[in-house]
């Protein structure tokens, strides 16, 4: 038998599996019977959960990812919303644009759900908007910051449940200026899209306080020799250095500082310090930290009292794993949905939940501040606490701070 | 002021130039022995880094040990893959035929295969550093400053690049090796064992480039993808000349020196488009680096 | 109609069965994967030519991508032209991009060709991340949808039959291409540049229009892609892509045509196979590139391409002589 006719074959095959099977993929918003939307019946719903699970951004989401569905199971197992369990689809987005699209399309038209739950990089979930919008499908990401996709809000699309990046620069500053009393101010970020959020609300933020920038430094996300961007905060004579860049980066920049005989306050975005310890051993020198202070959304340390309720959810859902730093914040996206299906009654619809989701105002326990959704607002949290560091032990600032940036000029 | 800055920016350029040339030289001699460009290159850095974590943090085992244990280990994987991967390869290949698609096919894949083993270990989840060795504690030369680890940094990869020239030109082994390179079948037919010193320097490139993984972890810091500082030492490697040993401690630094003056005197932006800037200009008006002697003629 | 006529014609009634079963009945998912694959395709069929057909070790392919993309998103995004202009500038854009690269660059040996095109893909990256006035930088591209005659294509059924088009037409392209003088030219100089020289071809002239032929492909992709997606980020653009549309083409099988069309389909659809394995995906990932390039150099193609030569063989073998023997 030839190539070719082994070939043909195949395809005409293929041709008719896919007509067969496909026949009731038609007409991807049709639902089952008396419902309007799929992904619904009397028994459950039906819900698409998607974070990059593999590769290298893999510490994002998985275990926010995995700490969502803990809640989810626990809702069920206090039987369920309207008598309805959740069903959850678990899928791979590995925080690229294409990949993110293929999981969720394959969601939408073949698993047939009833909302998206997922994304923990912004750029990916970016990616997404024109598709949920055109289709009507309401999207609601995982931890991702999302500020090109909540800025401006359109109806569909739900975000930054930890806080967007204007969040971050936005209150990182507003601490600098009112707790440190500083007034000129250097800012380190990255090139990425989060360092150009978070230090367009940071400049906000200190042109609303008197103060200005004296250095804004945006270096690589694989940057090796930090000496000349830590050099000109030194020749800038700023009072107070700003790091919103990723970990390392950001203990390369705290170690070259002390090197260089800077003895400025440093303040780092939560970003930069997920696991303080581990961020202590990396810049090798406890007195690099003598006056340090780092960031965060959730209401208390990583591992402090305040949270003990949800690493102990995790570890009941998952015995034997210990959870990232990241993992809380993946619990607040998986509340709301919770918090706004029962809200919107025994019979939701998509477009009735995303109208109870638009009224949505809760604590979750978690955060530094309250979950707050509104027609015209759809980037959740806001607040940031901070945590003076010295290398060993934290001391909480006092306050909470909120950020006011959303897009004035 | 602008003098101190300058002053600075080379200081720490050296340092972070000879971490760029230690990291390049196994990509050099490999090069010169075998004509192959070696695509893990960074990533046999990266896996001598976790090896060494491991004795050091989860065996408790110190330096002394563990570092002659991981430069045999890599030593072994080197060779190794070698033996099985590219003997096989590269005895395929027809003369006059490029090997290059294979060569990268097979050393991207291993790259791949490092980096998704790492993966698997929960520790490469965060970054991280080894257990130092030397202090961070500044010292002080003029209005310049740089910390104890930094100057013994320098120093050791000095002495490490230096140690291998001699190698390569004084020792019965490394003259043999420059044959094999130079000519093979001229090398085979004087009786040196072509396909064994092949094997040969892969194992002490891979050591080599452990070896530094272990020096440098407090630089980089330690994470699966690490490696990607290699095209950084592609670029020292190409500056300097890609044939040249000693070229390339040049090259690394003038690299290093070049990275701090564009992110001083232009922008901290532009720091991660120098290295491939300068890679396009030396390639397109001296290809053959500053040391390589004569411009790289297409081999028939 | 003889045996080779009646399988093309066997063929292209299979192609259009399966095509008309997709656009009509597939689930959206399905069509989108069909489409990214063609994309793939119409990339790794231009690393190809340059490649596998002129042995031209270059890795600035992605960067073309990369132009092609922006130039037809920035032409459908500010202006009501209908979306065939918008690809064919990228393409065109893409392959003087790529002439002028060439020009310089194939001076140079394997090596260092390689390296000089990996830096300037790598440079290109940048400025697409950087160039905040034109590309939007760090933030992304947003992609309006293509207008054609009147239509606007909204979803990926819609563009798939676009998609398909252009992958057909480019095939077609490739196929005439490689039988004309041009195609012949390159393949000398794949094979060895010395002879080729002495035949009297002019080594540098082909040498830069494979380049810029190979360019105009991917920049062609990049019009493609627009049909489709919505959205373009820099990161996207890096070396993994390049990684990937390379593995497809020497796994495939390098040179081939067939081959080339094959590696993008298995490893387009690899992933979605390996679902239950995503940790050991790029381990696995690693370690097939390792075991393809020690087993099967020539790719999949060529191994089959082996097996159906070994087998005809035998059946020549096996044919009773038409000589008597002499006993």
Known sequence: MTIFRLTTKAAVIAAAISLATSAQAFDPSAGTGKYKDPGITDKEIVIGLHAPLSGRLKGFGFDALYAAKAWYDMINKRGGIWGRKIRVIVADDKCSPTELVAVQKKFVTVDKVFLLHGGSCTHSAVAAQEYVTRNKIPYVMLNASGDSAVFPPTRYVFGSFGGSQRTVGGTIVDFAVRALKAKRIAYIAHDDNYGASNSAAGAFMAKKHGAKFVVLEKVSRKIVDVTAPVLKVRAARADVLIITTYTGPAALIVKKAHALGLKIPIVAAVQAVPLPGLFAKNVGNPAALKNFYYGSPLNDLTRGPKQKWVIDMYKTAYPGRKPNPFMAYGVPSAQTIVYALMMAGPNPTRESFIDAMSKVSFNTGILAGPIELAEKKRDAHNASIFVRFDGKSHGRMKGVYFNEYRGQK | MTGTLILQGVASGLVTGSVYALIALSLVIVFKSTEVINFAGGEFVMLGAYVAMFFLVFLGLPYIVVVPVTAFIAFAVGSAFDRVVLDRVLGRHRPGQSIMVAMVIATVGLSFAFKGTVRLFSVSDNVRTLPPIFSTDPVFLGEVVLSKQDIAIFLISVAVMLLLFAFFQFTKVGRALRATSENPRAATLVGIPVRRMRTLIWGIAAALSAVAGVLVAPKLLVSPDMGGVIILAFAAAIIGGFTNVLGVIVGGIVLGVIENLVGLFVSSKAIAIAPFIVIILILMFRPQGLFGGAAPIKKV | ?327
């Open chain 3, 1 to 327: 109609m003889n045996a080779i006529d009646r399988r093309w014609w066997l063929g292209g009634v299979g192609l259009i069965v399966l095509a008309a079963g997709l656009y009509l009945g597939a689930p959206i998912y399905v069509l989108y994967v069909a489409n990214l694959l063609m994309t793939y395709a119409v990339l790794a069929i231009g690393l190809d030519i340059l490649l596998g057909r002129a042995g031209q070790f270059a890795f600035a392919h992605i960067a073309f991508y990369g132009i092609g993309i922006y130039t037809t998103a920035l032409i459908t995004n500010n202006t009501g032209l209908p979306v065939f202009v918008g690809i064919a500038a990228g393409g065109l854009l893409a392959g003087l991009v790529g002439v002028i690269i060439a020009i310089p660059a194939t001076r140079l040996r394997d090596v260092y060709l390689a390296l000089s095109t990996f830096a300037f893909a790598e440079a290109a990256q940048w400025v697409f991340n950087n160039w905040d006035s034109v590309t939007k930088g760090p933030n992304g591209l947003r992609i309006s949808p293509a207008k054609l005659f009147g239509h606007t294509i909204t979803d990926d059924r819609q563009a798939f039959f676009l998609v398909l088009s252009i992958t057909l037409a480019v095939i077609a392209a490739t196929v005439l291409m490689n039988r004309s003088k041009l195609g012949r030219a390159m393949s000398a100089i794949g094979q060895s540049e010395h002879v080729a020289m002495a035949s009297g071809i002019g080594v540098q002239r082909v040498k830069v229009t494979a380049f810029a032929i190979s360019a105009v492909y991917a920049g062609i992709a990049g019009g493609m892609f627009t049909l489709y997606q919505s959205f373009i980020h820099p990161d996207s653009l890096g070396f993994d892509l390049i990684v990937l549309i390379l593995t497809m083409v020497v796994v495939g099988g390098l040179g081939t045509l067939p081959g080339v069309i094959l590696g993008v389909l298995l490893l387009g659809l690899m992933p979605e196979v390996l679902r239950n394995l995503r940790e050991w995906q790029e381990l696995i990932y690693g370690l097939i590139l390792i075991l393809a390039i020690l087993f099967m150099p020539r790719g999949i193609w060529g191994l089959i391409t082996e097996r159906r030569q070994a087998w005809q063989a035998r059946r020549v073998a096996a044919r009773p002589s038409p000589v008597q023997d002499e006993t």
